[in-house]
């Protein structure tokens, strides 16, 4: 009996050697059970805007097409967890000095086109990423302070990651890509970096589009349709707990329509099976029309907060009038401000009641990184207005506006950029608040690229007096933005004089290399709490509020994220496990 | 006449190299350029965005810029694009050959439909029948297409929502699993997808060009020369169409130079809000991003069909009215 386990054993270890090191896709990051999963049949989604190259390395804009059919790399992320998991990789070790990461690369892995994917992938595409002839939009994560992480090849099946210093983000960078020596490599090596931007245009045969990832392209007609099928090679090491090659589905099908009413009569009409709806209008349409049974979907309003902030900013460098600098500069100013940023009203006017207040630089999605307790400057018109009498803001004059003992009148510009209703209506309900307390905001809506170049003008006079504007793209690790914090930041709009002018912001800068360096999490989340105070008692952006993700599908789809999961991080379910009901 | 055409051309040059300019100037005295947007990505360096700013060449004083894509023209290149990182033609040719789809049956339609309503309502004047096509053409003015097209996309959908069948789709332009149908059923397929936003396009057109051609007609048969042919006791059917409406056509002649470049310039938001993959998202898409070269190479292209068609206009203006001649 013994014997015969032995035997068994061994048997099992020799065919993990022989086939591939297969990855098991977790049963807790679906709903559905291996029993009840159908094989086959196409997934219609939709997507906004069209896609511009097959290119891995000048692709720019999100969602495209290799991040689409190949979006993994050595490390991926637990939905459940957030924990960085191995993916391609099959193990993982940190050096003592936490400045060298070693990945045992899964054996057996093979591209689309039946190569097998070695050490050198990675290290070729480390290498045209980071050419800064080529233009590659991953170049930047390559680099910590302007230093650069290096790759070793120790053997075909072994790569070390150096790094300049410890980083919490180790791992994000770890995460990128890989994309076949046997195909680039040549060219790069022939043409450099003027071959590898001819490469894999619209125009590339799709047979010739190789991919480590779950999809292959089949066809593209540009403005209309991407269709993707699956890759068999990707299902020999990918597998349901069950034992069964992923993804399930034979086709994922992009039609790209451009217009959001258009991709909403898509969805109603059962043609597309994927819909996050954004506006009030069309939450209210898609429910309806699955009230009145009209359409078979499922909806899950309010999941999440979305991943971006929205924020109003005031310029600190403004030397050519001395009263508005100070104004700016002046805490108590910005916190009269804060008090009368009705967050709520917003939250109901603008985003129909389906969004989300916002107190802190971390997006409220990212739960684990919000500091419950953050000093929250609340909608008061009362406390607004004493803090302007502090500020020697008493009398007010004919027209109702606040003056100080010199006369001059509490008043500034506000700008945001033309066309996003949204801020649109955010900026005016903060000028109706801001003259109940006697504050004269003049609001105009100017240009995007004007806004922009304005806010990011940097020296001690710049053009502008505040703007209401957002950003997008969090991080799991360390939430908080590399050019954002840091004083000399490009995005350190508040004050771009090139230096700290407040000791907070200084301390603030240190607080955020500390908690970039620092592995552990629960000691950087102890610094991010920190952080989030001081920014809260700082001020130096006033954060408003933001909408919250609502994904929708069709009722054919089976195996979507269990509830815990479903949010604006983690989406509405992973593809490979999704498959056809019906 | 061959002078006069050799004529026409010389003065083309001037003008193409005097509106080139102007387009390109125009384009750059836009605030930002191509890279403004990422620059609000809290992820990418200044020190980035800055190397590519030189890489596209973005950096230059502008007469440079201008003198390098002129000199890329003259050898037929209408430059590269930002966003798809590819030549213009390249680009842009899918999306001009897609809008065709809608622009030739629906210019086709215009006059088949047009003229015939315009000559009705002229000989007709206030009768029920010119009444009812003045009420509907003042409403098709009226109603924006891209308005007409939403309200198409809802029609549709009721339709679908009470027996369970969409006649017409509601966007796009071929099915799910195009690439695996026969020939034969890809061109029904595009076909049947044209139908609505064919008809959504021509609607406003056929309005406007309607009116046109009923007061033209109404003006000729007020004329004398048309009062002698009917004294002489000539046939009504020769007085209304060898007389009358030979003399009306003559100024739609003259716009026919204009459907050159309205060939390539898309059928305009209808395609945007029925997802047709025309060259009208596409090139509002290419404005949106400051995708300098798109917006240029495109302009170069209509300005260039323009040009030719005004020249065959002419031409075609004196063949139809014996009263022009050029020497």
């Given at each position: 009996m013994r014997r015969a386990l032995v035997w068994m054993v061994g048997l099992i270890a020799l065919a993990g050697v022989a086939s591939a090191q297969t990855f098991v896709w977790p049963q807790k990051w679906t709903v559905a059970k291996p029993s009840e999963v159908k094989r086959g049949g196409t997934l219609r989604a939709a997507v906004i805007s069209d896609y511009r190259t097959f290119n891995p390395f000048v692709t720019a804009e999100a969602g495209n097409v290799p991040d689409t059919i190949s979006p993994y790399g050595l490390v991926r992320r637990d939905p459940t967890t957030g924990d960085w998991i191995p993916y391609m990789a099959e193990s993982f070790s940190i050096s003592p000095n936490k400045l060298e990461i070693t990945f045992k690369i899964r054996r057996g892995m093979k591209w689309s086109d039946g190569r097998p994917i070695t050490a050198d992938d990675w290290i070729m595409t480390w290498r045209i990423h980071t050419d800064?002839?080529?233009?590659?939009?991953?170049?930047?994560?390559?680099?910590i302070d302007g230093k650069p992480i290096t790759l070793r090849k120790i053997d075909d099946y072994t790569l070390r990651f150096t790094y300049p210093r410890p980083d919490a983000t180790a791992f994000a960078v770890a995460e990128f890509t890989p994309w076949p020596a046997h195909i680039f490599g040549p060219v790069y090596q022939k043409e450099g970096a003027e071959g590898i931007k001819k490469m894999w245009t619209l125009n590339e045969k799709p047979e010739n589009i190789v991919s480590a990832g779950p999809w292959l392209v089949e066809s593209y007609r540009p403005g209309e349709r991407l269709v993707l099928k699956r890759n068999p090679a990707f299902g020999e090491w990918n597998k349901d707990e069950a034992g069964n090659p992923l993804p399930y589905l034979d086709r994922y099908e992009i039609k790209i329509v451009k217009d959001t009413n258009a991709q909403l009569a898509e969805f109603l009409a059962g043609n597309i099976d994927l819909m996050a709806p954004s506006t009030v209008d069309h939450i209210s349409q898609i429910r309806q029309a699955i009230q009145q049974g009209r359409l078979d979907a499922t909806i899950k309003v309010n999941a999440s907060p979305v991943a971006s902030s929205q924020f109003m900013v005031f310029n600190w460098n403004k030397a050519s009038d001395p009263f508005k600098q100070s104004l700016f500069r002046s805490e108590k100013f910005r916190r009269a401000m804060s008090h009368i940023v009705n967050r709520q009203a917003v939250v109901e006017i603008v985003y129909g009641g389906l969004g989300t207040p916002m107190y802190s630089s971390v997006y409220p999605v990212l739960t684990q990184w919000v500091n419950p307790k953050v000093p929250k400057y609340e909608y008061n018109p009362q406390q607004a207005a004493k803090l302007l009498a502090e500020l020697g803001f008493t009398r007010k004059d004919r027209e109702g506006y606040l003056v100080d003992s010199k006369g001059r009148r509490l008043e500034f510009n506000l700008a945001t950029n033309a066309g996003n209703v949204q801020r649109e209506q955010i900026a005016k309900l903060i000028v109706d608040e801001a003259k109940k307390v006697g504050v004269k905001v003049n609001f105009t809506a100017i240009d995007f690229n004007t806004l922009v170049g304005q806010l990011l003008s940097s020296g001690p006079d710049r053009p502008f007096d505040a703007i209401i504007i957002g950003l997008s793209g969090g991080d799991?690790?360390?939430?908080?933005g590399s050019n954002v914090v840091p004083c000399k930041g490009n995005l350190h709009m508040w004050n771009k004089s090139g230096q700290c002018l407040d000791p907070r912001e200084t301390q603030l800068e240190a607080l955020y290399s500390r908690g970039r360096t620092e592995l552990d999490f629960k000691k950087r989340q102890e610094i991010g709490y920190r952080m989030q105070e001081i920014e809260a008692e700082l001020l130096p952006v006033i954060y408003i509020a933001g909408p919250n993700y609502h994904p929708a599908w069709n009722n054919r789809l089976g195996g979507e994220h269990p509830d815990a999961i479903i949010s604006a991080i983690w989406g509405q379910r992973e593809l490979e496990l999704t498959f056809i009901k019906k | 006449m061959t002078a006069y055409i050799l004529r026409r051309i010389l003065y083309l040059i001037p003008t193409f190299f005097g509106a080139t300019f102007l387009a390109f100037l125009i384009i750059q005295l836009?605030?930002?350029?191509?890279l403004t947007q990422l620059?609000?990505?809290?992820?990418?360096t200044p020190e980035t965005i800055a190397r590519l700013r030189v890489q596209f060449g973005l950096d230059r004083p502008i007469y440079e810029q201008y003198l390098l894509w002129m000199d890329n023209l003259l050898h037929l290149n209408l430059g590269y694009s930002?966003?798809?990182?590819?030549?213009v033609l390249e680009v842009i040719w899918p999306r001009v050959v897609n809008s065709m789809v809608i622009v030739i049956p629906s210019t086709l339609l215009l006059y088949l439909v047009a003229i015939p309503v315009g000559v009705y309502g002229a000989v007709r004047q206030y009768s029920l029948g010119d009444r009812l096509l003045s009420f509907l053409a003042y409403i098709g003015l009226s109603v924006p297409s891209f308005f007409l097209a939403l309200i198409a996309i809802y029609v549709l959908l009721q339709i679908k929502f009470r027996t369970g069948t969409l006649i017409f789709p509601v966007s796009g332009m071929t099915s799910s699993g195009f690439e695996q149908m026969p020939p034969l059923r890809q061109i029904l397929d595009i076909a049947w997808h044209a139908v609505v936003p064919v008809l959504v396009a021509t609607a406003n057109d056929i309005a406007g060009l309607s009116r046109l051609m009923r007061g033209q007609m109404l003006e000729v048969l007020g004329q004398d020369y048309i009062r002698t042919a009917r004294a002489k006791g000539l046939a009504e059917r020769v007085v209304l169409y060898k007389h009358a409406f030979r003399n009306a056509v003559i100024p739609f002649v003259a716009t026919l130079g204009g459907l050159l470049p309205s060939l390539i310039s898309g059928a305009g938001f209808v395609e945007v809000v029925m997802a047709w993959p025309g060259i009208t998202p596409f090139f509002l898409d290419a404005i949106a991003n400051q995708d300098l070269y798109v917006i240029a190479g495109f302009l170069t292209v209509s300005l260039v069909l323009l040009m030719v068609g005004n020249l065959i206009s002419d031409l075609l203006l004196a063949w139809v009215d014996p009263r022009i001649r050029y020497e």
């Amino acid at each position: 009996m013994r014997r015969a386990l032995v035997w068994m054993v061994g048997l099992i270890a020799l065919a993990g050697v022989a086939s591939a090191q297969t990855f098991v896709w977790p049963q807790k990051w679906t709903v559905a059970k291996p029993s009840e999963v159908k094989r086959g049949g196409t997934l219609r989604a939709a997507v906004i805007s069209d896609y511009r190259t097959f290119n891995p390395f000048v692709t720019a804009e999100a969602g495209n097409v290799p991040d689409t059919i190949s979006p993994y790399g050595l490390v991926r992320r637990d939905p459940t967890t957030g924990d960085w998991i191995p993916y391609m990789a099959e193990s993982f070790s940190i050096s003592p000095n936490k400045l060298e990461i070693t990945f045992k690369i899964r054996r057996g892995m093979k591209w689309s086109d039946g190569r097998p994917i070695t050490a050198d992938d990675w290290i070729m595409t480390w290498r045209i990423h980071t050419d800064k002839a080529v233009g590659s939009n991953s170049y930047d994560s390559f680099f910590i302070d302007g230093k650069p992480i290096t790759l070793r090849k120790i053997d075909d099946y072994t790569l070390r990651f150096t790094y300049p210093r410890p980083d919490a983000t180790a791992f994000a960078v770890a995460e990128f890509t890989p994309w076949p020596a046997h195909i680039f490599g040549p060219v790069y090596q022939k043409e450099g970096a003027e071959g590898i931007k001819k490469m894999w245009t619209l125009n590339e045969k799709p047979e010739n589009i190789v991919s480590a990832g779950p999809w292959l392209v089949e066809s593209y007609r540009p403005g209309e349709r991407l269709v993707l099928k699956r890759n068999p090679a990707f299902g020999e090491w990918n597998k349901d707990e069950a034992g069964n090659p992923l993804p399930y589905l034979d086709r994922y099908e992009i039609k790209i329509v451009k217009d959001t009413n258009a991709q909403l009569a898509e969805f109603l009409a059962g043609n597309i099976d994927l819909m996050a709806p954004s506006t009030v209008d069309h939450i209210s349409q898609i429910r309806q029309a699955i009230q009145q049974g009209r359409l078979d979907a499922t909806i899950k309003v309010n999941a999440s907060p979305v991943a971006s902030s929205q924020f109003m900013v005031f310029n600190w460098n403004k030397a050519s009038d001395p009263f508005k600098q100070s104004l700016f500069r002046s805490e108590k100013f910005r916190r009269a401000m804060s008090h009368i940023v009705n967050r709520q009203a917003v939250v109901e006017i603008v985003y129909g009641g389906l969004g989300t207040p916002m107190y802190s630089s971390v997006y409220p999605v990212l739960t684990q990184w919000v500091n419950p307790k953050v000093p929250k400057y609340e909608y008061n018109p009362q406390q607004a207005a004493k803090l302007l009498a502090e500020l020697g803001f008493t009398r007010k004059d004919r027209e109702g506006y606040l003056v100080d003992s010199k006369g001059r009148r509490l008043e500034f510009n506000l700008a945001t950029n033309a066309g996003n209703v949204q801020r649109e209506q955010i900026a005016k309900l903060i000028v109706d608040e801001a003259k109940k307390v006697g504050v004269k905001v003049n609001f105009t809506a100017i240009d995007f690229n004007t806004l922009v170049g304005q806010l990011l003008s940097s020296g001690p006079d710049r053009p502008f007096d505040a703007i209401i504007i957002g950003l997008s793209g969090g991080d799991l690790d360390w939430p908080f933005g590399s050019n954002v914090v840091p004083c000399k930041g490009n995005l350190h709009m508040w004050n771009k004089s090139g230096q700290c002018l407040d000791p907070r912001e200084t301390q603030l800068e240190a607080l955020y290399s500390r908690g970039r360096t620092e592995l552990d999490f629960k000691k950087r989340q102890e610094i991010g709490y920190r952080m989030q105070e001081i920014e809260a008692e700082l001020l130096p952006v006033i954060y408003i509020a933001g909408p919250n993700y609502h994904p929708a599908w069709n009722n054919r789809l089976g195996g979507e994220h269990p509830d815990a999961i479903i949010s604006a991080i983690w989406g509405q379910r992973e593809l490979e496990l999704t498959f056809i009901k019906k | 006449m061959t002078a006069y055409i050799l004529r026409r051309i010389l003065y083309l040059i001037p003008t193409f190299f005097g509106a080139t300019f102007l387009a390109f100037l125009i384009i750059q005295l836009a605030p930002g350029d191509y890279l403004t947007q990422l620059e609000l990505d809290p992820k990418v360096t200044p020190e980035t965005i800055a190397r590519l700013r030189v890489q596209f060449g973005l950096d230059r004083p502008i007469y440079e810029q201008y003198l390098l894509w002129m000199d890329n023209l003259l050898h037929l290149n209408l430059g590269y694009s930002f966003a798809f990182q590819a030549p213009v033609l390249e680009v842009i040719w899918p999306r001009v050959v897609n809008s065709m789809v809608i622009v030739i049956p629906s210019t086709l339609l215009l006059y088949l439909v047009a003229i015939p309503v315009g000559v009705y309502g002229a000989v007709r004047q206030y009768s029920l029948g010119d009444r009812l096509l003045s009420f509907l053409a003042y409403i098709g003015l009226s109603v924006p297409s891209f308005f007409l097209a939403l309200i198409a996309i809802y029609v549709l959908l009721q339709i679908k929502f009470r027996t369970g069948t969409l006649i017409f789709p509601v966007s796009g332009m071929t099915s799910s699993g195009f690439e695996q149908m026969p020939p034969l059923r890809q061109i029904l397929d595009i076909a049947w997808h044209a139908v609505v936003p064919v008809l959504v396009a021509t609607a406003n057109d056929i309005a406007g060009l309607s009116r046109l051609m009923r007061g033209q007609m109404l003006e000729v048969l007020g004329q004398d020369y048309i009062r002698t042919a009917r004294a002489k006791g000539l046939a009504e059917r020769v007085v209304l169409y060898k007389h009358a409406f030979r003399n009306a056509v003559i100024p739609f002649v003259a716009t026919l130079g204009g459907l050159l470049p309205s060939l390539i310039s898309g059928a305009g938001f209808v395609e945007v809000v029925m997802a047709w993959p025309g060259i009208t998202p596409f090139f509002l898409d290419a404005i949106a991003n400051q995708d300098l070269y798109v917006i240029a190479g495109f302009l170069t292209v209509s300005l260039v069909l323009l040009m030719v068609g005004n020249l065959i206009s002419d031409l075609l203006l004196a063949w139809v009215d014996p009263r022009i001649r050029y020497e």
